[in-house]
C-alpha cells in the first residue's frame, strides 16, 4: 500500500501566538506601557485643576484678592479648556500624537510655573488661561491615542483603564493639593505639580504610534481624502465618466 500522506497540523506554530511590536516588546507588556502613560495624563491633568480647592485662603492671601476675584481667575480655566478643545483639538490631527502629549504636557507644566509665581490675581487668570488650553489639547489627544491603541472590539475596555485617571484624581487630587500645601506652600505645590507633568510629558515620547499588533497604520492623508480627490480618481476611470 502506498504510504499515507502526513496530515498537516491545524495548530498554530509557537512563533504565530507570541507576537511582539515593532521595538520588540511583546504587544500585551507594550500595551499595558502605553494605556498606564495615558492614564497618569489624563490623572495628572484632571488633579491640576483639583489641587487648589484646599489652598484657596493661602492664594487669596498671598495675592490680595476677593473670593469674587480669585473665583474669576480659576474659571478662566474652565474657559480656556472649551475654547482650545473646540478650535485647536482637530488642528493637532496632522500631527504626531505622542509627540504633541509631550509638547503640550510642557505647555501645561509652563503655565503651572507661571501660576506659582503670580503676584496679583490677574497674573494667575493668565496662568489658568494658559493651563486650560494645555489641559483643552492634552485630554482629547489622549482619549485619541488611546483609541488608536486599543485592539479591535475593545476600544471600550481601553477607554475605560484610561478614563480611571479622572478617579484617581477625584480620590488624590485634592489630598495631594492639601498635602503638597502644608510641605511647600501653594507656589511650591504648583512647581511640583510642574514637574511630574514634564516628567510625565517626556515618558509620553515613547508611547506606541500605532496599535502594537500593526506594523503601520495609513496616515491621516491617506484616511480622510478629501471628496474632491476621490470623486477624480473615479472619473479617471472610463467606465465611470
Known sequence: MPNAKPVASTRPRSSDTTKADPSGAPINLKRWFD????????????????????????????????????????????????????????????????????????????????????INWQSLAVAQFMAGIAAGVLLPMTYATAG?????????????????????????GVPLGGLLGDLFGWRGALQ?????????????????????????????MTRHRPSLTRLAQALAVPSVK
Open 192 to 220: 511640583v505639580v510642574a514637574l511630574i507633568v514634564v516628567i510625565i510629558g517626556c515618558v509620553s515620547l515613547l508611547v506606541s504610534r500605532y496599535r502594537p499588533d500593526q506594523q503601520s497604520r495609513p496616515s491621516a
Open 148 to 172: 488608536d491603541l486599543a485592539p479591535p472590539g475593545k476600544a471600550g475596555l481601553i477607554m475605560g483603564k484610561v478614563m480611571m485617571g479622572w478617579s484617581l484624581a477625584m480620590v488624590g
Open 35 to 118: 494605556v498606564s502613560i495615558l492614564l497618569l495624563i489624563v490623572s495628572i491633568v484632571s488633579t491640576q485643576t483639583m489641587m487648589l480647592s484646599p489652598l484657596v485662603p493661602d492664594v487669596m492671601l498671598a495675592l490680595d484678592a476677593t473670593p469674587t476675584q480669585l473665583a474669576v481667575a480659576m474659571g478662566c480655566y474652565a474657559l480656556a479648556v472649551a475654547l482650545s478643545a473646540l478650535l485647536l483639538g482637530p488642528m493637532m490631527e496632522r500631527f504626531q500624537r505622542r509627540k504633541t502629549l509631550s509638547l503640550w504636557s510642557l505647555v501645561l507644566a509652563l503655565a503651572l510655573l507661571g501660576g506659582s509665581i503670580a
